[in-house]
């Protein structure tokens, strides 16, 4: 049906005005302007102020969530700058792609850029990290048949799988290595040193920020002038770490990074970007030989389709919301949130804790072992138990050599804490009973 004269007006004047499209609507709850000033680690403790951010989101009652690994849900200013841009886009049809929507997602692109401390020419938009990963690990255009490429245990699965990839196509080696357990930085930049040394044609590295395993922040700036030195590139993994630690991509010193921007970053679900330095565009393969593109334009490193446009549209809002928190703020509370059961139960003998006390070495996510249950079946039943016996919702996750560990943790009153003369021992409920009570 073609537009009528009064609606084809109405819809280019929304158009026009894209802040006034993007921007928040009139009933959007009161955005965060009133973080406390000062220090950060303060105002991780103001619960009034914390009390104000949590109203800014929708959260089921039904149990606790401590599982946020996955992805992060969208405070409420976007979530309905989100339902607005899905209006749009549904009423506009392709008439909003093929107009205004490449000029507008481009200035988005900017803005993403700045904040994560890049040119707008060094990213390009995804639909996720594993996009992203994609991208740069199949696009990586240095390797030749007896070179090896390394990762670790705790790099995220399809990240790993990528990478196993490249032996066939590529015909290249791979290297597999082990965080050391119980982790410290040095120990974590010793091991990846070593690694490096002990194995030489090694020319691609993935890197991980802060994994979704165990929640573990290795020394990242180190670990890539390690492997510089030695004519390694490195792939950094920052889909987790971006939104949740307060770092932009200098402090990271990578030449190619991977950023998800539907986890802590509270955008809509379908959103990342890939970054590239400027200097290294060439090293990376255009994706499938795309032609929409120039090849000194980095969006030709990837080639989504036709995807969620409104997804794109509404990252400003959750920007805006971000910054409004602030990043360390952000990370201070998330830290505080996470030591708070931490360092109550870190002497408990029976549980590991999967990070060590090194500030630097974590964000909000940890991981335990329980009681030296390692297996898929003993870590899946702990967190059906969590979820039947005390409504908490969490997850088993597998990939450490070590064994199985459950993310997040909340005190279950089946388990025992029992004081010794060595400290306090933890007994879990036996992991058979609980499985057969499911
Ligand atoms: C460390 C890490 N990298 C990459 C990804 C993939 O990101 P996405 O879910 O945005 O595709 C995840 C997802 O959880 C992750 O945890």
Known sequence: MPLSRRRLVASLGTLATPANALGQPPSSPQPVTARPAGDPARTARDEDFWRHVA???????????????????????????????????????????????????????????????????????TRGGTEALQCLIGGYRNLRPGDAVMYAD????????????????????????????????????????????????????????????????????????????????????????WGQLDFTLPDLGADFGVFSLHKWMGAPLGTGFLYIRKDRLADIDRAFADETYP???????????????????????????????????????????????????????????????ESAAYGAITSFRLGGHSSEADNTAIAQYLMEHHGIFTVRRGGPVRGDCVRQRRRCSRCRISSTRSGRRFTPPRVDSARAEL
């Open 55 to 125: 109203r800014q989101y929708r959260v089921s009652d039904d149990f606790i969530n401590l599982e946020n690994g996955y992805y992060g849900i969208m405070p409420t200013a976007v979530l309905d700058a989100y339902r607005r841009n899905v209006e749009r886009l549904n009423s506009l049809n392709s008439y909003l792609l093929r107009t205004t929507y490449k000029a507008e997602a481009d200035q988005i692109r900017q803005r993403v850029a700045v904040t994560v401390g890049a040119a707008k020419e060094e990213i390009a938009f």
């Open 154 to 241: 705790l790099d995220y699965h399809s990240a790993r799988y990528a990478m196993n990839w490249l032996q066939d196509r590529r015909g290249v080696d791979v290297v597999r290595i082990a965080i050391p357990e119980p982790a410290t930085r040095r120990a974590i930049l010793d091991t990846y040193t070593r690694a490096l040394e002990d194995h030489p044609r090694v020319k691609l590295l993935l890197l991980t920020h802060l994994n979704n395993i165990t929640g573990l922040v290795p020394p990242v700036q180190e670990i890539v002038t390690a492997a510089r030195v030695r004519g390694v590139d490195v792939i950094v993994d920052a889909a987790h770490s």
């Open 295 to 357: 090849d000194d334009d980095i969006r030709s490193r990837v080639h989504s389709g036709t995807l969620d446009a409104a997804a794109v549209l509404s990252v400003p809002a959750a920007l805006d919301f971000h910054q409004a928190l602030g990043s360390a703020v952000k990370q201070a509370r998330l830290q505080y949130l996470r030591n708070r059961w931490v360092q109550q139960t870190r002497d408990i003998e029976g549980l590991d804790i999967l990070t060590p006390n």
